[in-house]
């Protein structure tokens, strides 16, 4: 009854450096969401898969890259990191039916870039 | 394109109901989803409108009216606990879920 979980939880990183965070449900959602939350700013969508085999990009792309490797893991790369993408991310799925809008999210990776 | 429109900051007292108006602006609009979320926690699903009209679960009620773009989340008996960011999420054509800022909601003693 894992639902969606994401690794790493906690991250610090320099200014340059690389890194991926991984998500993975196990729900058979076909949905899956990279989103980004700042203090004040609400949640915003980096990157999403509406279906296996495909990737679109959300408000806030740039800087962000993802890959839906298969059904199940939805994963975001920060190819250089930048000080401006520190942030709490989240991972959600969705069963990606038309009128079922019931995201599942995962705790959260908290990344600090230096 | 797509605009979502909450008001920033509500406070109540404990007991009180309290109502979180969304206003919303969605290609192919197909419903309305309200979501939770604690400080430090992930959102948590509450609700969902697809038709017209007022959803009960509980102490919570959402309402939807498509003809106005309109949705409301309706709090009863307000209890500490519901201090949370409540946030509405317009579901369009695409399986693009744009969140907004949320409203923050303080429940007083």
């Known amino acids: 009854n894992a639902g969606v979980t994401q690794t790493p939880k906690f991250q610090v990183l320099k200014t340059g450096q690389s890194m991926t965070l991984q998500c993975a449900q196990d729900?058979?959602?076909?949905?899956m969401y990279w989103y980004r939350q700042d203090p004040g700013m609400g949640l915003r969508l980096i990157y999403y898969?509406?279906?296996?085999?495909?990737?679109d990009k959300g408000e806030v792309p740039n800087g962000y890259n993802v890959s839906r490797l298969n059904k199940r893991e939805f994963s975001l790369r920060l190819e250089s990191a930048a000080p401006s993408q520190t942030s709490v991310y989240f991972c959600?799925?969705?069963?990606?039916?038309?009128?079922?809008?019931?995201?599942?999210f995962g705790a959260g990776s908290r990344l600090t870039v230096l | 394109g797509q605009s979502l429109e909450q008001p920033s900051e509500v406070t109540a007292v404990e007991g009180a109901i309290v109502q979180i108006n969304c206003t919303y602006q969605?290609?192919?609009?197909?419903?309305l989803s309200w979501y939770q979320q604690h400080d430090g926690g992930a959102p948590t699903f509450l609700s969902y409108n697809a038709l017209d009209g007022l959803e009960e679960t509980g102490r919570f009620s959402s309402f939807l009216s498509r003809s106005d773009s309109y949705g409301y989340l309706l709090l009863q008996e307000l209890q500490m606990k519901d201090s949370a960011s409540y946030f509405c999420?317009?579901?369009?054509?695409?399986?693009?879920?744009?969140f907004g800022t949320g409203t923050l909601l303080a429940v007083q003693p």
């Open positions: 959600a799925s969705n069963p990606g039916s038309s009128g079922a809008n019931v995201l599942t």
């Open positions: 729900m058979n959602h076909n949905s």
């Open positions: 999420a317009p579901e369009g054509a695409t399986n693009k879920l744009i």
């Open positions: 898969s509406a279906s296996e085999g495909t990737t």
């Open positions: 969605t290609s192919g609009f197909y419903g």
